[in-house]
């Protein structure tokens, strides 16, 4: 292992070496020169407008710089080789930077794939920790010499797999194939979902749904290469997707009649992001759509987590499918002697002074019934934007209907109610005829009569 490493330095002359030095330290400073004038040339203006190509250069910028650095040495490398000057150096700065840049490149895969949930934030730079640890000493290993003595020792270690055995190295290859085709399918994904976001004149449901596909088209074909890279028959799989049917059809029910109804409602377009909805007792406005469920953010600021299957099985009042316009409506009851087209007008003028009313259709006032203890009148009107909610501007209606009756003097009706005390000796007189058959009443009795509602 020192041989290998002192024989780096100790057949070129000491001159030569510095020289080596010179040139990587100037390509290093190239690359890191090189990486910010790219970054100028391509920098943002601004506008809302952007290319792919500027979006591309600021999402690979921290690869970059070591990518050209890497560039530049290898142009060097040709050109000392050219003149026959010694490039020993240059087997230590070759692992080094494509190990820099296989680690930056990694990391902006997986921070373009798990940057958008902040849950997995800690154990995303944990990942980047072990991974960085994982290169440094593959690296460490190549430079000293030792790599293909610890590659014989991975070889010849074998590890029991059932009635079969393989070794260490066939296993670690299997699992970095499988985890590296499954990264890159998941960033293809997010790639290619954050292009079709940006896609104004495609559907926002059109664009979630196509997203949502390609990556799980993309998870699939990455699932299976990596099988076929392991060297696993994929005829086996038959089997497999047999037992998986039969799991769905018996157990799985539920969640697959979620994911089913969540295609479908996502190619409909019945229900969008943004809209007011209700379903069953829930009530409010859509914030996700998922594959498999539906989240709600309720007026009252309470997200309610609902499946798919739901909003299919049971009916959906949506507020806004064709149009924001709701209508509500406030009931109450005045006396017999007060004008009824007098107060209808008043309560039609006392709701258009309420902000949230819509001006385009006029609040109407209705008398619904000549009720017993009055005459039952009605107020309608409407509302452009449901998701601020109905109890808050109902209220802002009664409150202003109350101030106009004040002003106008117009009273409210209310139940009327008899009441008659009656002594012992009124009281057998007029239950006279039922004396025989009921025993007589004790003490002072109180009949109430009121009338029918």
């Not at 100037?26 to 391509?42: A, Q």
């Not at 290859?173 to 085709?181: D, G, K």
């Not at 989240?295 to 009916?315: R, T």
């Not at 385009?360 to 009055?374: C, S």
Request: glycine residues 8%; neutral net charge; hydrophobic residues 50%.
């Amino acid at each position: 292992m020192t041989e290998h490493f002192l024989s780096l330095f100790t057949y070129p002359p000491l001159v030569d070496v510095l020289r080596q030095f010179v040139v990587i330290a100037l390509c290093i400073l190239g690359g890191i020169g090189l990486s910010r004038w790219v970054r100028t040339l391509f920098r943002l203006n601004g506008d809302d407008q952007q290319s792919l190509v500027q979006i591309g250069v600021k999402s690979f910028v921290r690869v970059l710089s070591p990518l050209l650095t890497l560039g530049l040495l290898a142009a060097c490398y040709f050109g000392l080789k050219q003149i026959a000057h010694p490039v020993g150096l240059w087997q230590i700065m070759f692992p080094l930077a494509i190990a820099q840049v296989a680690m930056r490149f990694v990391f902006y895969v997986l921070r373009g794939i798990f940057v958008k949930d902040a849950t997995v934030g800690a154990l995303l730079h944990l990942s980047e920790k072990v991974i960085a640890i994982i290169v440094w000493l593959c690296v460490l290993l190549y430079i000293t010499g030792l790599w293909p003595e610890f590659v014989d020792y991975l070889d010849t270690t074998e590890l029991p797999l059932g009635r079969h055995k393989a070794s260490l190295l066939t296993s670690l290859q299997a699992v970095a194939s499988v985890l590296v085709t499954l990264i890159i399918a998941l960033w293809i994904g997010a790639v290619l979902e954050n292009r079709l976001m940006k896609f104004s004149n495609m559907h926002s449901s059109l664009r979630t749904v196509v997203a949502r596909m390609a990556r799980a088209v993309l998870i699939l074909v990455a699932f299976l290469v990596s099988l076929s890279l392991v060297g696993i028959d994929l005829t086996v799989l038959s089997v497999f997707g047999g037992a998986l049917g039969v799991g769905i059809g018996l157990g799985l029910q539920k969640i697959a009649s979620s994911y089913v109804s969540g295609f479908v409602i996502l190619f409909e377009r019945s229900m969008i992001i943004g809209d007011m909805v209700a379903v069953d007792k829930y009530f409010g406005r859509v914030t996700q759509i998922n594959t498999r469920y539906t989240i709600l953010e309720g007026l009252d600021g309470i997200e309610s987590v609902l499946p798919n299957e739901m909003f299919m099985a049971n009916p959906v009042q949506n507020y806004s499918l064709t149009h924001r316009i709701v209508r509500l409506s406030t009931q109450l009851t005045i006396l017999y002697q007060d004008d009824v087209e007098t107060v209808l007008s008043i309560m039609e003028q006392a709701a258009l002074g309420v902000k949230r009313i819509s001006q385009q259709t006029a609040p109407q006032g209705l008398l619904t019934k000549i009720g017993a203890d009055g005459l039952e009148l009605e107020l309608g009107f409407w509302i452009t934007d449901p998701e601020n909610g109905r109890l808050n501007v109902i209220s802002d209606v009664n409150r202003a209907i109350w101030q106009a009756f004040k002003r106008e003097g117009i009273q409210l009706a209310h139940a009327k109610r008899d009441i008659r005390i009656m002594d012992e000796r009124s009281f057998r007189q007029s239950t006279a005829p039922a004396a025989q058959e009921k025993p007589e009443p004790q003490g002072e009795q109180i009949s109430r009569t009121m009338p029918e509602n």
